[in-house]
């Protein structure tokens, strides 16, 4: 990062002894933050999960430690109190610390897990969130999260809890709350879920959507129903987001990806 660009924003250096809790964006590298991009220079050790694009990480500055330390659905490379007791224990060597993670740290990603443990130890830290996939995803599949013609509310969702079941929701409530529903790490259950969206009234004709690889090379969006949903989750490449909702047929006129790339 350019130091000129830094002064003028005013940008924080990431000090030794600190641990920045940062988020990488969906995919495309263009997508991380300029802090977070200012981090990716500064780090001593930079911990990232499989989500962060190999470019990014050419980033770092020479010399600079690399650590995967990343979970991949049923792969558990690393466990949590390890993940956790590492950055504690780097920060306390006066390291400068950065463990990047995929979309935004705080959204689904076990960022506030990792912030609780520096708290409690007393290690200073900065959060840099970062783009969601359920959001910045669905923007390079030409869906917007919210549309004043679709939808004054979205329910951001996670397919499973912490114990890998499908998550324990009131599912009618979640059904009527908001028009537009948005899927994370739900391909497992998506048949347990439409049938419970289905049963709380939701229409099985309504517009539903795959954004699989979303703003990453191989990206691939999959427009069907919501009683369609389960089949194209089984054709569907693992990472993938969905969303249900009137705001899905909005991608017929907004896909401008296919557009620059066709
Ligand atoms: N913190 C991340 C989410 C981590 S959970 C964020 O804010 O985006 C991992 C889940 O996110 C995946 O199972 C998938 O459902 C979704 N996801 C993350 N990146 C994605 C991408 N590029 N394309 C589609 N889905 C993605």
């Known amino acids: 990062m350019n130091d000129a660009l830094a002064t003028a924003l005013g940008l924080p250096a990431l000090e030794k002894g600190w641990v920045w809790l940062g988020g990488g964006g969906p995919g495309d590298p263009g997508l991380i933050t300029v802090l977070g991009l200012k981090a990716l220079g500064e780090a001593d050790v930079i911990l990232h999960d499989a989500l962060i694009d190999a470019r990014l990480l050419t980033l770092a500055r020479p010399g600079a430690e690399l650590i995967y330390a990343g979970k991949r659905a049923g792969v558990k490379s690393c466990k949590q109190d390890e993940i956790s007791d590492l950055l504690v224990r780097l920060a306390k060597e006066g390291r400068r610390v950065l463990r990047l993670k995929g979309g935004d740290p705080f959204v689904f990603g076990r960022g506030g897990e990792e912030a609780q443990a520096l708290a409690r130890a007393g290690v200073p830290f900065r959060i840099v969130p970062g783009i969601t996939a359920g959001i910045g995803g669905l923007a390079y599949a ?64 309504e517009p539903a959507a795959i ?52």
């Open 211 to 262: 954004v699989a690889n979303a703003t990453r090379p191989g990206q691939r969006t999959i427009i069907t129903t919501l009683a369609g949903l389960p089949a194209a989750a089984e054709q569907s490449e693992s990472l993938s987001i969905m969303v249900i909702g009137q705001n899905v047929g909005l991608a017929s006129e907004l896909n401008w990806l296919a557009q620059t790339t066709a």
């Open 142 to 205: 030409g869906i917007p999260v919210t549309h004043r013609d679709t939808n004054h509310a979205v329910t951001f969702i996670t397919g499973h809890g912490i114990d890998g079941k499908l998550t324990k929701l009131d599912w009618q409530a979640v059904s009527h709350g908001a028009p537009t529903l948005v899927l994370y790490m739900a391909r497992k259950f998506a048949a347990e879920i439409v049938s419970e969206l289905l049963k709380a009234g939701r229409s099985p004709d």
